[in-house]
T-cell receptor, first 113, second 114 residues
Framework: AQSVSQHNHHVILSEAASLELGCNYS??????LFWYVQYPGQHLQLLLK??????LVKGIKGFEAEFIKSKFSFNLRKPSVQWSDTAEYFC???????????FGAGTQVVVTP | DAEITQSPRHKITETGRQVTLACHQT?????MFWYRQDLGHGLRLIHY???????NKGEVSDGYSVSRSNTEDLPLTLESAASSQTSVYFC?????????????FGPGTRLTVL
């Protein structure tokens, strides 16, 4: 079955630490990849997306993600987190074969001052 | 600015009652989607529509229905609410044919079924 896996459900780290969130998917063929963020009490917002081209994608607020096709991965990174990055992060994948957006279970990130 | 709104933002209802959640977008998007968000499951697709009079079932459609009579609105109806339908519901929309592009999300409706 097609699936999207996020490796960590909860991450706690200090301000200025580096963040990397894993995302793997099981689809074959062409995929579109997304990272969304949900700040406490707010709706989902798009952080970044990959459709084609350079596999290193830069998004808003200093986030970036790298698409590694051979590993079916799209990991999210930020070199130095801030308290305001406390949120839940969702990886989502749309494959050409299924055509719908499928979400991972999400990773709750807590940044401590 | 274009936006997508949902109402109500919070709803408490009883088992067996019919409930309708509203979604309205001013993006003029053809594609609209309903998801539910539950701990440990992320967002799961309930129903979606690619245009007026078009509706399709998602992966968790049992007990839900939608109708699309105009471009702006896609109301979600729970025919007979069950406690298992307690969740946060998000509406989303996108513009390109077949829903291939970025989806924009509404603020969500927190539904509690007692």
């Amino acid at each position: 079955a097609q699936s999207v896996s996020q490796h960590n459900h909860h991450v706690i780290l200090s301000e200025a630490a580096s963040l990397e969130l894993g995302c793997n998917y099981s689809y074959g063929g062409t995929v579109n990849l997304f990272w969304y963020v949900q700040y406490p009490g707010q709706h989902l917002q798009l952080l970044l997306k990959y459709f084609s081209g350079d596999p290193l994608v830069k998004g808003i607020k200093g986030f970036e993600a790298e698409f590694i096709k051979s590993k079916f991965s799209f990991n999210l990174r930020k070199p130095s987190v801030q308290w305001s990055d406390t949120a839940e992060y969702f990886c989502a994948v749309k494959s050409s074969s299924w055509g719908k957006l499928q979400f991972g279970a999400g990773t709750q990130v807590v940044v401590t001052p | 600015d274009a936006e997508i709104t949902q109402s109500p933002r919070h709803k408490i209802t009883e088992t067996g009652r019919q409930v309708t959640l509203a979604c309205h977008q001013t993006w003029n998007h053809n594609n609209m989607f309903w998801y539910r968000q539950d701990l440990g499951h992320g967002l799961r697709l309930i129903h979606y529509s690619y245009g007026v009079q078009d509706t399709n079932k998602g992966e968790v459609s049992d007990g839900y229905s939608v109708s699309r009579s105009n471009t702006e609105d896609l109301p979600l109806t729970l025919e007979s609410a069950a406690s298992s339908q307690t969740s946060v519901y998000f509406c989303a929309s996108s513009g390109l044919a077949g829903g291939t592009d970025t989806q924009y999300f509404g603020p969500g409706t927190r539904l509690t079924v007692l």
